[in-house]
């Protein structure tokens, strides 16, 4: 098959002219507003969440031979419409799927502080146990928290040992973490899974956390529960209409970000490299370029810590080193007031700061702080002993 020359890449898209410019020539463009122009020449589309890649953008495209979304989630491509015109796809499954978890760590542990509580005193329902999901019930079990999963795909799959229905979770769970992918039809749809009767099911006290998708909560429903009764506590990244987020439940969350979970370095590059080896391969050609080649050295490799710090203590510090969620919250706050929400909210994810994951932080434990390591290490980072 011949080499693709005209490659269209979201313009928030890391080292693409490092991967896809092994392709072809290769130009970055405003991913919401894909110029007919530049669509009507493209042979290869690359692309983050934020495009709506369906029959009106192919139809405009007929020169399209391969698509890819650096991305998990995939609800915004018509898979059927491409598998229908013969154009190749890949998507970037678990590429940021560390980040998210990072991102949640730093949620929790935040909460948990404002609460006067430590995170083991709390029961944490995971929805959705997939990359991110599992990755979640594995950091949190080492942490010592009690986790209960719901996840009937896969409990229909696998068997149903391990696994509670949603009802069960909203009962027995002090914090709900939503993980699940974007599904509008079918007997597993997610489309306002958490609805107006399962929001107000939620325990006074519950904290609820989405970085799923926005539409896998029923918000008019969230902001009647919270107007009536403001007793949860809300941690959202996620939101219905992005960018233009519904004001009024943005300032009623207690913990609100642009979408950003999973916004590491790592996690966007990791997403990059995963659909150039893809197109490569989709092309015949071969995936020269390494991953470790593209991304640099951690900012923070290294931190040292003696006795006297508590695990928790110790853990929010490390958290904090290397993810603030407060910050990403604060950065949406500013962006909006000065631009406007759906100006503000992408610009602020446009100018994300760098961000590492917790794996690339190293933790030197001197001895007094040896009894540290299984927190540090349950948590996601790097420990060694001096
Ligand atoms: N906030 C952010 O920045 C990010 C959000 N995401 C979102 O998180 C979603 C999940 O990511 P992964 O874990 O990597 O995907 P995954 O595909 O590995 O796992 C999703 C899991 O959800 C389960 N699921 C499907 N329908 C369900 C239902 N009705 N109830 C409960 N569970 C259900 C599936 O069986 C699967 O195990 C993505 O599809 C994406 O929408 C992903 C990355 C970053
Ligand atoms: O990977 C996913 O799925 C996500 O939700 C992305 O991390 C979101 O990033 P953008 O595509 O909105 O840049």
Request: aromatic letters at 4%; a negative charge.
């Amino acid at each position: 098959m011949p080499a693709p020359r005209r490659i269209i890449v979201d313009a928030n898209i890391p080292a693409a002219e490092a991967c896809f410019g092994e392709l072809g020539e290769v130009r970055r463009l405003p991913g919401r507003q894909l110029p007919p122009e530049a669509l009507a020449e493209a042979e290869v589309l690359i692309t983050r969440s934020i495009t709506r890649v369906d029959r009106a953008l192919l139809d405009q495209a007929p020169r399209l031979r391969f698509v890819g979304t650096c991305t998990i989630g995939t609800d915004h491509i018509d898979r059927q419409a491409l598998a229908e015109r013969g154009i190749g796809f890949s998507s970037a499954p678990g590429c940021n799927a560390e980040a998210v978890v990072d991102h949640v760590l730093g949620a929790l542990t935040w909460a948990a502080e404002r609460e006067g509580q430590e995170l083991e005193e709390r029961r944490v329902g995971i929805v959705g146990v997939g990359q991110v999901g599992g990755r979640l019930a594995a950091r949190l079990a080492a942490l010592g928290i009690e986790t209960l999963c719901c996840d009937p795909p896969r409990a229909e799959a696998e068997g149903s040992e391990g696994f509670h229905d949603l009802e069960t979770l909203i009962e027995r769970c002090d914090v709900l973490c939503l993980h699940t992918p974007l599904v509008r039809g079918g007997s597993h749809a997610t489309h306002h899974l958490l609805d107006a009767r399962r929001l107000a099911a939620l325990r006074p006290g519950t904290w609820l956390l989405n970085a799923g998708r926005g539409d896998c909560l029923d918000g008019e429903a969230l902001k009647a529960r919270l107007a009536a009764r403001g007793d949860l506590l809300t941690l959202l990244d996620v939101w219905e209409n992005e960018p233009a987020i519904d004001e009024v439940l943005w300032r009623a969350a207690d913990l609100a970000t642009p979408h950003v979970a999973g916004y590491s370095l790592d996690g966007k590059l990791r997403g990059t490299h995963q659909v150039y080896g893809a197109a490569m391969h989709h092309f015949g050609l071969p995936a020269r370029r390494k991953l470790a080649s593209l991304l640099p050295s951690p900012a923070l490799p290294r931190l040292t810590l003696d006795a006297g710090l508590s695990p928790w203590d110790a853990l929010r510090l490390c958290i904090r080193a290397c993810h603030d969620p407060r910050r990403d919250a604060l950065g949406l706050a500013r962006f909006a007031r000065e631009r406007g929400m759906a100006r503000g909210f992408d610009g602020y994810r446009a100018a994300y700061p760098l961000r590492r994951e917790f794996a690339t932080l190293t933790v030197e434990l001197r001895e007094g702080a040896a009894d540290l390591a299984p927190w540090l290490e349950g948590a996601g980072f790097r420990v060694e002993h001096r």
